[in-house]
């Protein structure tokens, strides 16, 4: 059994003393903490390393969900996964959402988990998910303690993978996030809270905290996920799929966003497959053309579960399965993979 390494855990009742007490240590030594669900494991495996954690489960400020379908969502970082996929609005409203929170892991982390720590949750790599003795034994790579990166040895960069499954859904409906920390607050679209590079995949400060998430209108907008993994009842994404379409009257798409999670380091917009959608209506002919130019920016290393090839060929199919159940086409069924 990996037992939890000891530190000191910081229970700060407001969030203005939790931005104080994350300001006041040093960046190395301390972490926030939400759930846990991704962190204790991590501290157990030793690729964290925090002597303190200031604790954010406490505070009521970060619990909270407001606003509807049509003037758009507010919702707090600390709202469970399991909160999240039962809301009756985002249920009804924003099924990509509900769909995406409740296919995270199991019940009971979805109960401890919040949203907040799943738009944050570390990258993954097969070289860097594992025990100290097993990294060890390789060397370890460069995300903890090593050198090298296993993936691609002649890179000079770390290529763990973005593995949020309610990231790739929130950057397709357009969210913001708000982040508040010692310097004051900011509001930056989720999309650049990500960053190309595996080990500092975050663009904000470590003392920086997210404390809620600011959801458009869904009104007039289809939205869908389609996850791809090994177990259905427990697995991180090793591709995850959401699309978000605006149509108008006829049919006739007027904005498009499709976004791949688990395909790198960061969720990636694919751009070139929206704007082939734009001004088309959804026919299986425009969402095969939209499937097939998602495709090219997928660039998935052999560093998560399944093999490369067959996580690459299932980009095609997932944004065609995506866009076919949003246009009420009949989905194909799996042998479809191997056209
Ligand atoms: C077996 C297993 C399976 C899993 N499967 C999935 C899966 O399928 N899909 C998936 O997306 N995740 C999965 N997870 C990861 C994790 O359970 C979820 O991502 C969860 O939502 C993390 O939320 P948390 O509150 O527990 O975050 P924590 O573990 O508390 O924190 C995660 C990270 O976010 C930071 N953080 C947390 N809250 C904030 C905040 N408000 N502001 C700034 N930083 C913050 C922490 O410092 C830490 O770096 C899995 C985990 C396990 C152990
Ligand atoms: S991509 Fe390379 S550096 Fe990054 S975790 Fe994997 S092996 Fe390590």
């Known amino acids: 059994m990996l037992r939890l390494p000891a530190f000191t855990y910081l229970a700060p009742s407001s969030l203005t003393a939790a931005v104080r007490m994350i300001a006041d240590q040093q960046p190395e030594d301390a972490m ?29 400020e970060l619990r909270f969900l407001s606003g509807d379908a049509r003037h758009g969502l507010t919702i707090g970082a600390g709202m469970t996964l399991t909160e999240v996929s039962q809301h009756q609005e985002i249920a009804a409203r924003y099924p990509a959402l ?25 990258t993954r790599c097969n070289y860097y998910n594992q025990t100290y003795w097993w990294r060890q034994a390789i060397g370890f790579c460069m995300k903890k303690d090593g050198e090298i990166c296993w993936v691609a040895p002649g890179s000079s960069r770390c290529w763990a993978v973005s593995s949020s499954d309610t990231a790739p859904v929130l950057i397709a409906l357009n969210a913001q996030v708000n982040l508040l920390g010692p310097q004051g607050e900011r509001v930056i679209p989720l999309c650049d809270l990500y960053r190309d590079d595996g080990m500092v995949y975050l663009g904000k400060g470590n ?37 978000a379409l605006r149509l108008d009257d006829d049919g006739t798409c007027l904005e498009a966003r499709i976004v791949l999670g688990a395909v790198t380091s960061f969720p990636v917009l694919a751009t070139a497959a929206a704007a082939a959608l734009v001004g088309q209506r959804l026919t299986p002919e425009s969402i095969t053309a939209a499937a097939a130019a998602a495709f090219k920016p997928a660039k998935p290393l052999d560093n998560t579960d399944l093999m490369l090839s067959y996580r690459k060929k299932m980009v095609r199919v997932h944004v065609a399965r995506v866009l076919r159940q949003l246009a009420g086409l009949p989905i194909r069924p799996s042998h479809d993979v191997h056209e």
Not at 32 to 43: K, R, S, W
Not at 105 to 121: A, D, E, F, K
Not at 233 to 243: N, Q
């Open 32 to 60: 926030l903490v939400a759930g846990g669900t991704d962190l204790y494991p991590n501290m157990k495996r030793q690729q964290f390393e925090p002597k303190r954690l200031v604790g954010l489960r406490r505070l009521r």
């Open 98 to 122: 509900a769909t995406a929170a409740s296919l995270v892991s199991t019940p009971q982390l979805r109960n401890m988990g919040t949203i907040g720590g799943n738009l944050c949750v570390d």
């Open 207 to 243: 003392d920086e905290i997210l404390t809620h998430i600011i959801v458009p209108p869904a009104t007039g907008w289809r939205m869908g996920y389609f996850k791809l993994r090994r177990r259905d009842s427990f697995d991180f994404p090793i591709l995850g799929v959401a699309a």
